[in-house]
């Protein structure tokens, strides 16, 4: 176990009372968080999201990503259904940080593609290490789940970790002329099933 798990309590949202769940990684003090949403003690698969930090997209209102409006999608999506989990995991930029992924839309404003900028930093395009997500859903207790994803890279990501992702839900975000290109390259160059 990479985690200690620390407190719960109601978060109010727009889409109803959640519970906060938070979470240390052991190894660096680094927080992580789940919400979850009804009554997951169930043996039928919980509908999840594991969310990659995005502060320029889930708060700062970014319109360069997809992630603030799948957030909000996500969230919406869990509240309908009933209930769900949506796990905030604290790898901002595919986990090369905030500050790279300010150096990677850099070069993105000089023309590379998302892809191409991560290389030319010296990362690869998804650093991301999902292990601490099975952690959380061990200890909620979650043993299946419907993944809220386009990517099935991620949804294969996931399976190597340990967690059984019995179906991927899309969660198709809202597109604008300037995530267009982005949308485009995760589709072209990272598998993500998105409409053309
Ligand atoms: N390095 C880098 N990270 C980015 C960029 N744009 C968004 N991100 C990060 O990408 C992560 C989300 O990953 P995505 O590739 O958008 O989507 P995904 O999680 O693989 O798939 P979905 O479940 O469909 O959202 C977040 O951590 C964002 O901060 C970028 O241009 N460069
Ligand atoms: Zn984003």
Redesign the pocket.
Known sequence: MQLIETEKAVLPTPWGNFFIFGFEEKKNGKNHIALVYGDIKHSAPILS?????????DALFSL????GN?LEMALARISQEGNGVLIYHR??????GLL??IK??AL?DKGLD?VE??QKLG?SA?E?DFSLCADIFNILNVKKIR?????P??VEMLSNAGINVVERVP?IAKRNTQNAY?LKT?ADK?G?LLPK
Request: with cysteine; proline share 0%; aromatic share 10%.
């Open positions: 999201r594991v969310h990659s930090e995005c502060l320029t997209g360069r990503c997809d992630c799948q790898q901002e930029g595919r986990n090369i790279n992924k990677a839309y993105q998302t900028a991560n990362f998804d991301r993944l809220l994803t386009n990517n890279f991620k969660i982005y995760k990272m993500h």
